[in-house]
DNA sequence: CAGCATCCGTAACTTACATTACGGATATGT
DNA sequence: ACATATCCGTAATGTAAGTTACGGATGCTG
């Protein structure tokens, strides 16, 4: 099979392990199933990932890689530190609050093993938040912000734009956030942001 | 078997359920594992609990009534709005990020059917709104506070002390916080939160 | 084109667990 | 004291799932 076929194939039942995660929770989810969604054999699945865990690592790597890759692209425009929070803020809430994130969150609540809530974190807070650091040290260059720790502006900011959301969301008692809401509600983070340390 | 008797052995046997619940995740613990760290026969626990989401149901209920136990003993007190909130801060976050709560949130994203997080939000959190309603109200009526919406202020108040504290607990990745920084943690929030609407 | 690798669909194997059942011991109520 | 209910420890039953195996179909490579 040809490396970019193989991909190919790779992304579909991806896919379509997504499909049974987000339908059935992780203790729902099982390699038989995933591989009858995505007309695939489990031999296959075995060979091309290892074990369950390992295709919920891969599943977790590539969606963290994704985001990463959304929230890198804003920070490299020109824009000033605040325009960029301005456009970040309601993406990384969407993404954070969307419905794959909270599968693959419920799967690392799930696993006791602890290496897929690693891998999430690693992938996902762990790796963001440099690039928050970076927007906020540019912030505080331009003169908007003033603050003496990086982390703890960075974490004060995340406590506005997410606060509980997530938790609520991997319970069962938050339904997904609309565009619209994630707008608003980085808005109103940006604005007490400012007002506590501008 | 007396009331009182058979109510002091269901409390033994929540509490050997807490002990395999926290050791092994929602998805390691058995019916059989519970009843022998409990010393007790699975008949006994089907009798009792129905089956075993019948188990974390009463687990669930139980622990948070313990929790609103605990925060309505503060709101009992003469002490101003803010008092009552620098006592009641900290015990709420102590609360919410123990050991016991991640057990019963993990337990709670694993469960696809939604009623454990049903549970566990109506009496957790839902519970608790009220009461932190009463004390911000409380606050306001003596001059402390000023806001338009209990609700958003309720909202902006546990943003602020708890943030995404107890996600990051139930993916593994934060140690359970100390006495001393769920103090530090409770006095930054009621100094921020008195910044935004003081 | 032929030989080999790999994939699909399905089955087999082993283990684990939810739930029920059972014999004997213990507790309760009259 | 006796009859009955209930609990404990253990086994049985049925189902599901992780993982491996297999025959035939398909794809790849020389």
Known sequence: MREEKRSIR?????????????????????????AK??????ETLYNWFGDKQG?????????????????EAELETDHDAMSILDTLGPKLLDLLTGDR?????????ADSSGE???????????????????????????????FDETGEAVGLYLDLLIGDLQIRRVIGRQPRPSRKFCK??????????RQLLG
């Open 10 to 34: 790779q992304q579909q039942i991806e896919a379509a392990a997504y499909e049974v995660l987000e339908a059935k929770g992780y203790g729902g989810t099982s390699m038989l199933g995933i």
């Open 37 to 42: 969604q995505a007309r695939a054999s489990n």
């Open 55 to 71: 295709l919920f690592q891969a599943l977790v790597a590539r969606n963290a890689a994704e985001v990463k890759s959304h929230l």
């Open 101 to 109: 994130a909270v599968a693959l969150n419920r799967a690392a609540a």
């Open 116 to 146: 897929l809530g690693a891998t999430l974190s690693k992938a996902g807070r762990e790796a963001v938040f440099p690039l928050l650091e970076r927007v906020l040290l540019r912030a505080r260059n331009e003169g908007q912000l003033n």
């Open 184 to 193: 608003e509600r980085s808005a109103r983070a940006v604005r007490y942001f």
